[in-house]
């Protein structure tokens, strides 16, 4: 890094145009949408048991089923986005960038690094199966 990037404090742009602490807080914000994505798919999960369990014992609710459908299409959108944003931001820790002059994090956190990006993949495991739920219910439908 230049010597000059000593003499700007916080709350200036640096000459090379690039503001830390904003991209600091949107990484920030795409931490947190993940952790907020993921949490409310898992609630739903828990919260749609008795609904899909009282659809499987009455088969002529179509209505409860119709409705299990859409959203567990909505959590597929909802996880798909919480895992890309998590994992533009993995990338990013793992290469780093050479226009923002960021270094990749990874080579010094590298603990961490292993930690995230396996709850990238967990989750997008997530949302196959959140794929599959859906095909599932979709057929299930059809064939009453």
């Not at 230049?2 to 920030?28: A, C, H, L, T």
């Not at 597929?76 to 990013?92: F, N």
């Not at 080579?107 to 859906?134: P, Y």
Request: aromatic share 10%; with cysteine.
């Amino acid at each position: 890094m230049d010597e000059r990037m000593g003499q700007y404090d916080g709350n200036q742009v640096p000459p090379n145009g690039i503001d830390f602490k904003r991209g600091k807080s949107q990484k920030k914000l795409g931490k947190r949408f993940f952790v907020i994505g993921n949490a409310m798919a898992a609630g739903y999960l828990v919260l749609s048991l008795p609904f899909s369990i009282i659809s499987i014992c009455w088969p002529q609710a179509v209505g409860l089923w119709l409705l299990l459908l859409i959203f567990d299409t909505v959590m597929v959108g909802l996880t798909t986005a919480a895992a890309s944003a998590a994992a533009a931001i993995v990338y990013l820790a793992h290469t780093g960038s050479k226009k923002a002059n960021w270094v990749a994090i990874c080579l010094r956190f590298d603990g961490f690094c292993q930690h995230i990006s396996g709850a990238v993949v967990v989750s997008f495991v997530a949302v196959v199966l959140f794929m599959v739920l859906v095909v599932m219910s979709a057929l299930a439908m059809r064939k009453h």
